[in-house]
């Protein structure tokens, strides 16, 4: 299977973008999906989660109320919706499809987003 993430880039301060993570090779909807970030000399960061249909979502606190986790099952997408973006949220971000076995874990290459004036 595979992941691959697209639509980060640089932003200011307040501004938007929203992240797609395309999935191939496994069946997207049996699996619940998360977004980590990784900034510049730090550990990997949990930012979002979403149950396989969708019907469940859990953020960060430093995220709540601006990041919006979204699916689409038939276009095998997962997305997140990033308003109001400050200069901490600059990372690379990537989507990863958990499993109980980390061999079976997948990870994304990741994109870059930057949050600068």
């Known amino acids: 299977g595979q992941l691959v993430e697209s639509g980060g880039g640089v932003v200011h301060p307040g501004g938007s973008l929203r992240l797609s993570c395309l999935a191939s090779?496994?069946?997207?909807?049996?699996?619940?999906m998360n977004w980590y970030r990784q900034a510049a000399g730090k550990g990997r960061e949990l930012v979002a989660a979403?149950?396989?249909?969708?019907?469940?979502?859990n953020y960060a606190d430093s995220v709540k109320g601006r990041f919006t986790i979204s699916r689409d099952n038939a276009k095998n997408t997962l997305y997140l919706q990033m308003n109001n973006l400050k200069p901490e949220d600059t990372a690379v971000y990537y989507c990863?499809?958990?499993?109980?076995?980390?061999?079976?874990?997948?990870w994304g290459q990741g994109t870059q987003v930057t949050v600068s004036s």
């Open positions: 990863k499809r958990p499993h109980m076995n980390p061999e079976l874990e997948y």
């Open positions: 090779g496994f069946s997207f909807s049996d699996f619940h």
């Open positions: 979403i149950t396989r249909d969708g019907g469940s979502t």
